[in-house]
């Protein structure tokens, strides 16, 4: 019932910026949190960042804190995450995930999920 959809993701060099959006679509009034997922080739999913959508409360990775920030804007029912000073090991597709829960990082607490959006750092 719930349809998310991520775009922004491109090739950037090391030290650049760049901010992903999630549009949210369907019936998103039972949903508390949004989060930003990374998955790298042959590795696991991980969590990178969460926003409460009541509130906005953020929770981030230690990986990414200080460089990432999720915001949202509800009614436009869009998710964002605004990337900088952007390493390669940030290269990933990062998937945009929805959850009626808040206190998780967990990907299998997470009930909905787009298709992803590559980022690639690389010179």
């Known amino acids: 019932q719930v349809q998310l959809v991520e775009s922004g993701g491109r090739l950037v060099q090391p030290g650049d910026s760049l901010r992903l959006s999630c549009a949210a679509s369907?019936?998103?009034?039972?949903?508390?949190?949004m989060a930003w997922f990374s998955q790298a080739p042959g590795k696991e999913r991980e969590f990178v960042a969460r926003?409460?959508?009541?509130?906005?409360?953020?929770y981030y990775a230690d990986s990414v804190k200080g460089r990432f920030t999720i915001s949202r804007d509800n009614a436009k029912n869009t998710v964002y995450l605004q990337m900088s000073s952007l390493k390669p090991d940030d290269t990933a597709v990062y998937y945009c995930?929805?959850?009626?829960?808040?206190?998780?990082?967990?990907?299998?607490?997470?009930?909905?999920w787009g298709q992803g959006t590559q980022v690639t750092v690389s010179l």
């Open positions: 995930a929805a959850s009626t829960s808040w206190i998780t990082t967990l990907p299998d607490d997470y009930d909905y």
């Open positions: 369907g019936n998103i009034f039972d949903t508390n949190a």
């Open positions: 926003i409460r959508l009541t509130g906005a409360l953020t």
